[in-house]
């Protein structure tokens, strides 16, 4: 008889920032797409953006180059939940050390749920992707893809299993390239005011997750909106 083996890999377990990897390569970071690859980051709202967690940034993901971005607006770590696929040799190695968490966007695991949790009880600024990852084709010329209502869920758990009270403030942070996410482009970022779950009531957590995701929609909505007419991608100066 055929026998047939899986072979299921294990996802990194944890995360944290190392004291001499992340100053390096933050500060490398920072002056590298600010003096080198693109032509000028600009941000408006940076009033915004916290200073301290529990906070979760929610981020219109076009590139690649987003989370870069968005780490170099601020010294704090920002600990971004990363595609599992990204934790491979030296990158994985990487990302590790520089906050970076893995989830299996396609079936999440009880460990990666756990471990945003923890960090935002420990005080930390978490970054998601709400739309699931980068649109590939058509998908990723849509202004903004449906979000996934499990970030939401998420944030009410670590709210309802706080040792303490605790409200977690969600800022939502839009992102435009012109003309592209390239060499030379300028980059608009665009923090919205936070918001938590406060505002919304419910007869249950997936029903208040699912105003949460709708509002959250609505502002990343109007945000990419306002700067798609502001700076039309072909206008990159």
Known sequence: ALVVTIVVKSLPTGSYVSP??????????RLFLRR???SSIRVQGLDHYPLKGPAV???KHYSRW???IIASLKPKAVRFMTNANQFEGFQGWLLNRLGAFAIDLARP???????????LHQGEIVGIF???G?????????????LKPGVARLILQAEASAKAPLSIPIIPIAIHYAPEAQFGATVWVDIAPPFDSRLFQGDSDKERAAQMTQHLEGVLRDRLQALKNQFPKEIAS
Not at 20 to 29: E, G, L
Not at 134 to 146: H, V, Y
């Open 20 to 29: 001499w990897v992340y100053p390096v390569i933050s500060s490398t970071n």
């Open 36 to 38: 080198f690859f693109f």
């Open 57 to 59: 940034l929610a981020i």
């Open 66 to 68: 987003d989370p870069l």
């Open 109 to 119: 695991q009880k460990s990666s749920i756990k471990h945003m949790i923890d960090l």
């Open 130 to 132: 709400p739309e699931g």
């Open 134 to 146: 980068i649109g590939i084709g058509i998908a990723r010329d849509q202004l903004l893809r449906s």
